[in-house]
């Protein structure tokens, strides 16, 4: 049986015979949050300017009017996603005014938080240069103060992107100005329209919801409050109580931060068990944008109780190596 | 961005510097269950056989002491696939003997059953045919009476391997010489050590296993007998109480034939169920070889209560599109 070539960690000329159809270079996801989530000719041309950029790939893409916020999934080598954000900044700085902006959640940013997620053959570390390089190059050209989160943090009580966006935008010069806040790259004050950004290098996380059957608000906050590291909960999950008011729905709003050491089906469970304490039941769970196999995966042996269970046994997965 | 080229389904030159990894020619799939799971020597000549023969490829092997059976599941294309079975059937008429066979697996032949199934760019029509002529190949060559089963039986009533395998190995010279039994290639007597063949054409199939934590066979016998389409259960499931001496525990082992129709977390909700009927738990369950991802992930979203999800949020999925 003729042996493959073992997959190629650098860029490597592609025969334009070369008929497979599977990426071999080694991939950064890059995850920018934008500020504009009504406007969709703004929401295009952002998008457009993703697009634009060879060697990069956009995903997915998802808007939310309420939040006034649009979330882009992007992958590709480092070069190709630097200059694809460098190419977002361009149209955020040119098309958004803070000032003028209004929605639930928090900002500080035209761009407000650009992370950089290592997926096949990237490396963290990989991802923290990059962040760095990418956060020099928006600061120097459109005068936007930069701070660096999460595994690419600077300084440790600068990790948590809350911590950072506390105040958001209308607070941002005070927060400029103080000690302790001197952002990594760019100006001490802020950019009159477009704020700070917060840029980074961290592993994937997952966007969930768990919707529950009940109007009452102060159920899912309190659920959230249990659930969530920050109060005391499971140590990689953020948590807040939302109302989906179109529904007239209460939703435990999660980010899961470690889907390995704190996996879907024990958040799930959890948050089960404690809805049943206010009589309440778990309607049904969403995930928001794109979610790892393994995620499903071992939750599904978690279910099944499946034992000695390899995804090498995944026949896709099998027929791709 | 470059466009892809769309995957070709015809066999074409893949140039020496292609350094990608995924298979782009039609794909068949072939599952041989041979009387071999205990002299690993036996079972190395086997798999030997298979990755001996260009374009075929051994994507899994899995090997049972107690049923003394062993399923190698590999893919290629059709000829590959012919020559690989026809390896396989050279060693095991040479190296089993079912005179000598114990096991707890029911067997008719030294290979016992070869299904063929489509994947990629293969139709059933394809696999029908694969059947046919390895089935008359083998017969000729080995001098061992062949069976064609499911898609590719010649007759309805000899569509369901049980029907055709009952009596095993002991019964088969009557069977052969019965009405309505005449093999479909090959003598009209058994080879005397190797049997006979039961080769097809089918949909993938996982083969699931749940052990119970009991050592009580009836029990397992029993919701086998529950479980199972032919005695009263579920459509798509083929079952039967097994115990496995070296653990002493009642297993209950499975065929799931549409795990779109007949889902795997719907079988392990309905055992679990008929066990609690017994005082008994399920200690565990297994995959035998390989299953396609989306079984695993209708699991995942059944028990997260997942609601609008789709495949395309997969990232892996979406990074291979």
Chains 1, 2 share one sequence.
């Not at 944008?289 to 099998?318: H, T």
């Amino acid at each position: 049986m003729k042996r493959r070539a073992a997959p190629v960690k650098r860029k490597a000329a592609v025969p334009d015979e070369c008929l497979c159809y599977k990426i071999f270079m080694p991939i950064i996801e890059s995850i920018p949050n934008v500020s504009e989530g009504r406007r969709r000719d703004v929401i295009e041309r952002l998008a457009g300017a993703v697009r634009a950029t060879p060697g990069a790939r956009l995903l997915d893409q998802s808007s939310d009017p309420s939040h006034n916020r649009s979330v882009f999934t992007l992958a590709g080598d480092a070069d190709s996603l630097e200059a694809a954000i460098v190419a977002l900044f361009a149209v955020a700085v040119d098309a958004i005014d803070l000032r003028q902006h209004q929605g639930e959640h928090p900002r500080v940013g035209a761009v407000d938080v650009v992370p950089f997620v290592p997926i096949e053959g990237a490396t963290m570390a990989d991802c923290v240069a990059l962040a760095k390089r990418v956060g020099a190059v928006v600061a120097e050209r459109f005068h936007v103060p930069v701070y660096l989160y999460e595994e690419a943090a600077s300084d440790p009580a600068r990790r948590n992107l809350e911590d950072i966006r506390r105040g958001e935008f209308e607070a941002l010069a005070t927060k400029l100005a103080s000690p302790g806040w001197t952002p990594d790259f760019g100006p001490t004050s802020p950019h009159p329209s477009a704020g700070a950004s917060v840029i980074g290098a961290r592993m994937p996380l997952i966007a969930y919801n768990i919707n529950l059957n009940t109007d009452r608000l102060d159920v899912a906050k309190k659920i959230a409050a249990a659930i969530r590291h920050s109060s005391g909960g499971m140590r990689f999950v953020k948590a807040m109580g939302v109302k989906l008011e179109d529904r007239n729905l209460a939703q435990v709003s999660m980010n899961l931060t470690n889907y390995e050491k704190t996996p879907v089906f024990r958040v799930f469970e959890m948050v089960k068990r404690e809805a049943e304490r206010y009589g309440v039941a778990v309607l049904e769970s969403e995930i928001v944008g794109l979610v790892p196999a393994a995620a499903l995966m071992r939750s599904a042996e978690y279910y099944l109780q499946l034992q000695n269970f390899s995804d090498a046994q995944v026949l896709e997965k099998k027929l791709a190596d």
